[in-house]
């Protein structure tokens, strides 16, 4: 009887992981769907798209749309190249900065842990405004026309301050007090144990952090005017923006607006824009929920 049960819960099991498994399979294919949308159509000529809408797999096959984004090479690459810089840098310090500051504030010993997290919490509360901000930047800090200016104004969130203090939470006193008592620093002890003991939460700042780098273009109009510091986004932006005024102008002229490849375009635009920074999750994913759970329930 037993072996009878023992069989039947194997079978049920057997069943449970393939419809399982099937649905979440499903679910991937739908949510790769938009993906394929957007590469296919980048590869497809603006007549068919005028005509026929997106389509899934690439009908009158054309690189127009990339000879296009791609016209000037050098302007891309130098964008790629300031965007992957200041992505890179951003995170590094933006991780830096945020778990060391979360750390400090959860720490009991601190006596004034309470008046800078109330401080710290204030500041989503009311702020100065764009104009009192922005004159900081540029009067004050001289971030004008700066590789700086792309990095400062986002390196501390207090949301990201707030999601380390709880997670920091779970890490043991104990580990903190036994290393001071072998004689090390709170630099060392943050550096040596308390980061290697935090890689969840660690991951989930830094893939926030890489996105937000990655994605501005705000910063970049409002600081920079040198043509040799612009991001990939501000650029990809400008290139829109002609797209569009070229589409005016044509409507206005006896040009037919069909042989510009604007659509197309636009989701060409948006696989130069978003492919290299996809690859970066599958190296966090492990770490991002966890991450993220423990630091909101704690928080």
């Known amino acids: 009887m037993q072996k009878r049960n023992h069989g039947k819960i194997g079978a049920d099991t057997f069943c449970f992981k393939i419809v399982g498994y099937s649905i979440l399979c499903l679910f991937a294919l739908l949510c790769l769907l938009p993906f394929f949308l957007i590469i296919a159509s980048s590869f497809t000529s603006e007549n068919y798209i005028i005509r026929n809408g997106y389509v899934l797999w690439p009908k009158e096959f054309t690189v127009s749309a990339y000879q296009l984004v791609f016209q000037n090479p050098v302007?891309?690459?130098?964008?790629?190249?300031?965007?992957?810089?200041?992505?890179?840098?951003?995170?590094?310090?933006?991780?830096?900065?945020?778990?060391?500051?979360?750390?400090?504030?959860?720490?009991?010993?601190?006596?004034?842990?309470?008046?800078?997290?109330?401080?710290?919490?204030?500041?989503?509360?009311?702020?100065?405004?764009?104009?009192?901000?922005?004159?900081?930047?540029?009067?004050?800090?001289?971030?004008?026309?700066?590789?700086?200016?792309?990095?400062?104004?986002?390196?501390?969130?207090?949301?990201?301050?707030?999601?380390v203090k709880g997670f920091m939470r779970s890490v043991p006193e104990e580990i903190t007090e036994s290393a001071k008592i072998d004689g090390a620093g709170d630099f060392q002890i943050f550096i040596k144990l308390i980061l290697p003991l935090s890689k969840p939460v660690v991951a989930?700042?830094?893939?926030?952090?890489?996105?937000?780098?990655?994605?501005?273009?705000?910063?970049?109009?409002?600081?920079?005017?040198?043509?040799?510091?612009?991001?990939?986004?501000?650029?990809?932006?400008?290139?829109?923006?002609s797209i569009k005024a070229l589409r005016e102008i044509a409507?206005?002229?006896?040009?037919?607006?069909?042989?510009?490849?604007?659509?197309?375009?636009?989701?060409?635009?948006?696989?130069?824009?978003?492919?290299?920074?996809?690859?970066?999750?599958?190296?966090?994913?492990?770490?991002?929920?966890?991450?993220?759970?423990?630091g909101a329930v704690k928080g």
């Open 75 to 163: 302007r891309i690459l130098r964008a790629y190249a300031v965007t992957v810089f200041v992505t890179v840098v951003g995170t590094a310090l933006s991780v830096f900065i945020n778990t060391m500051t979360g750390y400090v504030l959860q720490r009991k010993d601190f006596k004034w842990r309470n008046i800078f997290s109330f401080y710290f919490f204030f500041t989503t509360l009311f702020s100065g405004g764009l104009v009192p901000w922005y004159i900081l930047c540029v009067k004050t800090l001289h971030l004008k026309n700066t590789i700086w200016a792309l990095i400062v104004p986002t390196l501390v969130s207090v949301w990201y301050i707030i999601l």
């Open 204 to 241: 989930t700042i830094a893939l926030f952090s890489a996105l937000t780098y990655w994605n501005d273009w705000y910063l970049c109009m409002l600081f920079i005017d040198k043509k040799e510091l612009m991001d990939l986004q501000y650029l990809l932006y400008q290139l829109m923006g």
């Open 251 to 294: 409507s206005q002229t006896t040009v037919s607006v069909s042989s510009m490849p604007i659509e197309s375009t636009k989701m060409a635009l948006t696989v130069v824009a978003t492919g290299p920074i996809i690859l970066v999750y599958p190296f966090v994913q492990k770490y991002f929920v966890r991450g993220l759970t423990l």
